[in-house]
């Protein structure tokens, strides 16, 4: 499965929004592991709810 986090600033608007994998697979072996692993945007936000930086990730790496 795949969920969303976000995190708020103390007036309740987000801070950061971005993508996680839930049950991800292990990069070496055929089996799948509980943990989370960034997967997808990850959004910040400045104080005004506008985008500062956008990022993206497959599968825990940094996507360049």
Request: net charge neutral; proline share 5%; glycine share 10%.
């Amino acid at each position: 499965g795949t969920g969303v986090w976000t995190r708020y600033r103390p007036d309740g608007s987000v801070r950061v929004r971005s993508c996680w994998k839930l049950v991800p697979q292990a990069r070496d072996r055929e089996r799948s592991y509980i943990g989370c692993v960034a997967d997808g945007p990850s959004v910040h936000y400045d104080a005004e709810g506008k985008v500062e930086a956008e990022y993206i990730f497959e599968d825990g790496k940094l996507k360049e």
